[in-house]
């Protein structure tokens, strides 16, 4: 029976996260009230999992013999790397406007900038590395993005409503959806300055609800305009749909889909990428041709991902995505929940409760363990328990 590698994930500390969830889900102080925003839980060289008693990281302990611990198909099929990447979000303040490319776009992509530049690590890289990157998102608390866009008329619609916005309408009914994105998003600082300043004199003191694109665009406000200029997200606030998904509820971002988390707490699981392009909503670099070109200007009704049944006892979130597959398993005290990673590696997040086996316990001080292929096993619920299972999709 294969052996298994509990490990402590790596939080990042990036200026949007929470300063409360993250600390007392893993029973830590955050005397210096910093922002905890990511728990990353996998084998991402920004991040690696650091394995419990052993003087080493998940990432290294898969280079040392990658078929033994991710199985031979998932070794072959992902060039010997963990194909996933694990992760809480604590989302206080929101988060940029984001497209993901293609995997032959992302290889691409690297490719040319690996060639002619910039470096890597360079403010201005679009491809850090030659991989695609769509996401699963679980709520764990009330949760709010943007994703996609919306239907014609609702577009048409704010180009109406929206003091100052009227002006646009010419370009939307002549070139469409993309000629009136590429509209804002080549415009010059005072142009976008004049096209929104209307918006945010009106809504400056008024209160929304947060089913509002009205209540989004005053918090953008307060977040990123600066010495009286605007950021352009704020047109997508109103272009793209606003979700909310309630705990338990999922959403699938695929590549070309122009996303922005705002607000919550989730579950993430994603490729192993660091690819973004972003749209708006951020001080950061955006590249408006490289976004242009890999971004989808079509409708998108959002749709929420229920968790279906199986495999066994456990229930999926439904992708398409081959890099990954999320379960979800709440089991009472005294409950038995088996874990088969017989032919690709997995990562179990104890979410609530304890749980133990194969030398293992599971519980709300130490909640992550890596899981080689090769294992078949039990846990023994000791008290009522949520268990999460990160783990690799379906390989063709």
């Known amino acids: 029976m294969s052996q298994l590698y509990p490990f402590d994930g790596t939080i990042q500390h990036y200026a949007w996260g929470g300063y409360s969830y993250l600390p007392e889900l893993l029973h830590r102080n955050n005397k210096e009230h910093e922002p905890w925003a990511e728990l990353w839980m996998g084998a991402h060289p920004k991040g690696p999992g650091t394995l419990l008693n052993r003087d080493e990281t998940l990432d290294t302990l898969i280079a040392e013999d990658p078929a033994r611990y991710l199985g031979d198909k998932v070794a072959e099929r992902f060039d010997d790397r963990l194909p996933f990447l694990f992760k809480i979000l604590d989302v206080r303040e929101m988060l940029s406007i984001q497209v993901h490319p293609t995997k032959q ?102 209160d929304y609800p947060k089913d509002s694109p009205r209540y989004w665009a005053r918090r953008a406000v307060e977040q990123y305009t600066r010495d009286g200029h605007h950021d352009r997200g704020m047109f997508s606030i109103f272009w793209f749909n606003l979700v909310k998904l309630s705990p338990g509820e999922g959403i699938y971002q695929d590549a070309g889909i122009p996303h922005a988390y705002l607000e919550g707490v989730c579950i993430e699981l994603m490729a192993n990428s660091d690819n ?67 032919d690709a590696p997995a990562i179990l997040l104890l979410l609530s409760g304890r749980a133990e086996g194969d030398g293992v316990d599971l519980s709300e001080e130490r909640r992550t363990v890596f899981v080689p292929a090769g294992f078949r096993g039990s846990f023994t619920c000791v008290e009522d328990t949520v268990l999460y299972q990160a783990t690799v999709g379906e390989i063709k």
């Open 105 to 206: 776009a992302a290889e691409a992509g690297f490719a040319r900038e690996e060639a002619n530049g910039p470096d890597r690590d360079a403010p201005d890289r679009n491809y850090r590395d030659d991989n695609h990157k769509p996401e699963l998102g679980v709520a764990l608390t009330d949760f709010y993005l943007l994703h996609g866009f919306r239907d014609p008329d609702a577009i048409r619609r704010s180009l109406k409503e929206v003091p100052g916005w009227i002006g646009l309408l010419p370009s939307y009914e002549n070139e469409g959806l993309e000629g009136l994105y590429a509209h804002v998003m080549n415009a010059d600082q005072s142009a976008i300055d004049r096209l929104l300043q209307p918006l945010v004199d009106e809504i400056k003191d008024e």
């Open 276 to 342: 973004v392009l972003r749209g708006g909503l951020t001080p950061k670099h955006i590249d408006v041709p490289e976004l242009m070109d890999k971004t989808r200007f079509e409708t998108v009704v959002p749709d929420p991902l229920d968790p279906a049944d199986g495999p066994g006892a456990w229930r999926h979130f439904p992708t398409p995505a081959p890099d990954f597959r999320l379960l979800r398993r709440a089991a009472a005290a005294g409950s038995t929940v088996s874990v088969d990673s017989s």
